[in-house]
């Protein structure tokens, strides 16, 4: 039997007015209190069609947005876990594309206060235990080259990191054959990756026109089609920012959780999680293959 494709919706709610996301690159101006805006309107159309999704909330916005947050939570259809406490890259990127972007990445020792900051804030505002995070801008294979901030994550109690979304050019799209896997061999067994395979909605739209949603809806089922086909993993990332720009009732959004509700599971990631966690899941299995492979690689 075919495995059931598996959509993880994750939101980066992360305005952060005059900083993130940058203006000169998006090209125009925001409005100020686009978070509250999108969380508003992501509340009714999640009702509407029913189907669940993560909130990566920046630390530094999650006193500001509680009411917001508040209500996403009691709906039951919303998982809140974190997007960094103030949005800077964990590790350099280094673009060969059309901008050959270089972001620095932030040095190691006040990465862990990014990390820390949300998870007490969480707790504290919301009485959320954060499960994961979402990594600023995406990186070329993640953080499996950085098994120290891994270990911070695995410190602060996290089981979940979004940070594949890149390919070898640290640019875009993410090949499909990365799916989600464990950080078993940085020495976190539990700490699962879930990558953001294909074009990460901003670049897309910024290539394609912001106003194009068109196109990139029919790009976004494009890519539900063939992870129902192939029985795939995606985690799909969309912004508090982009999501409104040109569509401020997401009635684009909508339409797209519509067709993918109706070809694929959708879950959160932190109950993605679970399943993966669960004795039997296909996770599991892969587990003794990984192992097999490991014991049979010469010494
Ligand atoms: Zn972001």
């Known amino acids: 039997m075919k495995a059931r494709g598996t959509l993880l919706i994750g939101y980066d709610v992360e305005r952060i007015p005059g900083r993130v996301p940058g203006e000169k690159w998006v090209g125009q101006a925001l409005a100020e209190n686009t978070a509250e805006m999108f969380l508003e309107a992501a509340l009714r159309i999640h009702q509407e069609v029913g189907v669940p999704a993560t909130l990566f909330v920046v630390g530094c916005k999650i006193e500001r947005l509680r009411p917001q947050l508040e209500a996403c939570l009691a709906s ?32 190691f020792d006040r990465i862990e206060e990014q990390l820390a900051r949300p998870v007490e804030l969480l707790r504290r505002c919301l009485g959320v235990s954060c499960q994961g995070v979402t990594a600023p801008y995406s990186h070329y294979r993640g953080l499996a080259d950085r098994p120290e901030i891994l270990e911070i994550i695995a410190r602060h109690g996290m089981r979940y990191v979004r940070s594949c979304g890149r390919n070898s050019r640290d640019y875009f799209p993410l090949g ?17 990756e879930t990558p953001m395979q294909g074009w990460i909605d901003a670049q897309w739209r910024r290539e394609h026109g912001w106003a194009n949603w068109a196109a990139y809806h029919a790009y976004l089922k494009e890519q539900v089609d063939r992870v129902a086909d192939a029985g795939l993993c995606w985690s799909h990332c969309q912004h508090d920012w982009t999501s409104v720009l040109y569509d401020e009732p997401l009635d684009w959004t909508r339409k797209f959780l519509q067709y993918a509700a109706e070809r694929l599971q959708l879950m959160t ?25 490991t014991d049979a690689r010469p010494h």
């Open 76 to 107: 039951g259809w919303f998982e809140i876990a974190q997007h960094t406490h103030e949005h800077y890259p964990l590790k350099t990127v280094v673009e060969e594309s059309p901008d050959n972007v270089y972001l620095p990445g932030l040095p």
């Open 176 to 192: 499909w054959d990365v799916q989600p896997f464990w950080y078993d061999r940085q020495g976190f067994p539990e700490l699962l």
């Open 269 to 293: 990631h932190g109950d993605f999680y679970q399943q993966m966690r669960r004795p039997g899941s296909p996770a599991a299995a892969r587990d003794l293959d990984c192992g097999a492979a």
